[in-house]
């Protein structure tokens, strides 16, 4: 018997098979505008995945459809939903890497929406720091951020800001940048000195080492945030996927309001790379970890959690909000989206140069970004309708499947057909 070829394994995002076809006619986002050989844009980029196991060919091509200009009608939507949940292929490998890819939805009804959204609107707004005198609020669960936007070109950056913006979602920046309109996020390392916080709608804490955020300093830090915030916007802590639950642990009683789950910071120190999403997938393993420990001190109501890394469309950000996410962060896609040319994912230089030749149409580039967050919006809307939900924060873990040990293990949704699970936690058994 002849080989078979493997085929790569995704988050439902095979479009160009699946999608041919679909919506023509209709404003289907499913491709940017053709070219005069007839090819899509996306298309064309088929040879831009290089080494990196997120972002595949046809998750860059799944980013280019999702960020073209066209209409959210709820019919056509739906047939968007369900191409790319038709493209989920069966696992070719045993042990599969623990990715996204590897949770499913188990909706209610994926033909016909449980909530009527003629009658009945699904809420995207989400709020940050609830327990706090100003929280933040957000139009969408979309923040952009998990890149160093102070080292993006220019263009690129002014890009960014625009279309949070336009958006209404939140946009985290470093202290050298400033303050910009729109809900901004400042990242504070503890190093500098504590910036003013009248203009911000949060502040959040990070460091130099994961060690730093679980010791007196941290907790030094965070008192000195706190005497400068009069207008008492939310305080937010940043929890490594190298050591996130010990940062809950050490900070939960130092009156934080909101943690970042952060999965692409797995060591000691953090990434260097302007781009970490690019090469290496997220640990995903983080946000059940920071969400448990928020459980286990009875504190998950009142402190929310933003997740970020390797966030690449609606499926992605609709499974982190149902393991217990209040936001996600788009950083890579979002920067996908803009339509610049890739080479190869994997070659960071490359991509900040072709970042760089947006400087032309600043304005076009943001208007993308724009659209891919919408985009995210409505599938994920889509996809809570689906599993009966008025609310996009009201998904919940048993609206998950895992395909995988590995990734019950990471996150503790059970086995598709059954309700057991993997999860390790203390004082339970390593299965339930």
């Not at 642990?249 to 970490?276: K, M, N, R, Y």
């Not at 998950?300 to 209040?326: L, N, S």
């Not at 030749?357 to 659209?371: F, K, L, N, Q």
Request: proline share 6%; hydrophobic share 40%.
């Amino acid at each position: 018997m002849a080989d078979q070829q493997k085929k790569a394994v995704f988050d439902g995002a095979t479009l160009s098979p699946k999608l041919k076809g679909v919506g023509q006619g209709t404003g289907l986002p499913i491709g940017k505008p053709a070219g005069p050989d007839g090819d899509t844009v996306a298309r064309r980029y088929k040879h831009a995945a290089g080494k990196s196991s997120t972002y595949t060919p046809e998750v860059v091509d799944m980013i280019y459809h999702m960020s073209r200009e066209g209409t959210f009608a709820d019919p056509v939507v739906g047939q968007f939903v369900a191409a790319k949940l038709a493209a989920e292929r069966a696992q070719p490998d045993p042990d599969p890497p623990v990715t996204w890819d590897q949770l499913v939805f188990l909706s209610a009804n994926l033909t016909r929406l449980v909530i009527d959204p003629y009658r009945e609107k699904c809420n995207a707004a989400v709020t940050i720091g609830t327990e706090s005198a100003a929280p933040m609020r957000l139009a969408s669960p979309i923040v952009y951020g998990g890149i160093p936007i102070d080292r993006l070109p220019a263009p690129c950056a002014g890009a960014v800001v625009e279309a949070a913006r336009r958006g209404g979602v939140g946009l985290v920046t470093p202290v050298s940048w400033g303050t910009c309109d729109g809900v901004q996020i400042l990242e504070w390392n503890g190093e500098d000195p504590v910036p003013p916080l009248e203009a911000v709608a949060a502040v959040q804490l990070t460091a130099s080492r994961a060690g730093d955020l679980v010791g007196a300093e941290a907790r030094r830090r965070l008192e000195a945030v706190r005497e400068r915030n009069t207008r008492q916007v939310p305080i937010g802590v940043v929890c490594p996927a190298f050591n996130g639950a010990e940062v809950v642990d050490a900070l939960i009683d130092h009156g934080i309001d909101f943690c970042v789950a952060d999965g692409q910071w797995t060591e000691d120190t953090p990434p260097s790379a302007v781009l970490p999403e690019a090469a290496v997938a997220p640990s995903i393993g983080v946000l059940a970890d920071v969400v448990e420990r928020l459980r286990h001190h009875c504190r998950e109501e009142q402190v929310q959690v933003i997740y970020r890394g390797g966030i690449r469309g609606g499926a992605d950000a609709g499974k982190a909000i149902a393991i217990g996410a209040r936001a996600v962060t788009l950083g890579f896609a979002a920067l996908v989206s803009t339509g610049v040319k890739l080479g190869r994912i994997d070659d960071e230089g490359a991509i900040i140069e072709a970042l760089a030749s947006i400087a032309g149409d600043v304005e076009a580039a943001a208007e993308s970004m724009h659209r891919f967050a919408q985009s995210v919006v409505v599938e994920v809307t889509m996809l809570a309708r689906a599993c009966g939900k008025r609310d996009v924060v009201n998904m919940e873990p048993e609206d998950l499947r895992s395909l995988s040990r590995g990734v019950s293990s990471a996150t503790g949704v059970g086995i598709v057909g059954k309700e057991t699970h993997f999860r390790h936690t203390p004082g339970a058994d390593s299965a339930r």
